[in-house]
Nanobody
Framework: VQLQACGGGSVQAGGSLRLSCTASGRTFSSYTMGWFRQAPGKEREFVAAITLSGSSTQYADSVKGRFTISRDNAKNTVWLRMNSLKPEDTAVYSC?????????????????WGQGTQVTVSS
């Protein structure tokens, strides 16, 4: 399984970006997918997750109400729409595939990771 993330960039505070992550292989629809981020000098942290069908989602408290995760299994793609961006959202964002069909914010429950895409928010 290969995951390819893109869509990062530089925006001013209050702006928006949409990240996308496209997966290879036929089993995309069988797994929960997640987004994580890592800021300079900090550990990787959970951002959002979405179940197989897309019917359930989970968000970190810091992004709830501003970020939206969605997926299209026919396109093997998961998106992260980020609105009202803040400087503290600056990080490298990575998508990942969970080992399990349930929602999870635990890094060790994700077994495949895409390369990161940089998001920089200036004040």
């Amino acid at each position: 399984v290969q995951l390819q993330a893109c869509g990062g960039g530089s925006v001013q505070a209050g702006g928006s970006l949409r990240l996308s992550c496209t997966a290879s292989g036929r089993t995309f629809s069988s797994y929960t997918m997640g987004w994580f981020r890592q800021a300079p000098g900090k550990e990787r942290e959970f951002v959002a997750a979405i179940t197989l069908s897309g019917s359930s989602t989970q968000y970190a408290d810091s992004v709830k109400g501003r970020f939206t995760i969605s997926r299209d299994n026919a396109k093997n793609t998961v998106w992260l729409r980020m609105n009202s961006l803040k400087p503290e959202d600056t990080a490298v964002y990575s998508c990942a595939r969970s080992k399990y069909p349930r929602l999870s914010r635990l890094l060790y429950e994700y077994d495949y990771w895409g390369q990161g895409t940089q998001v920089t928010v200036s004040s």
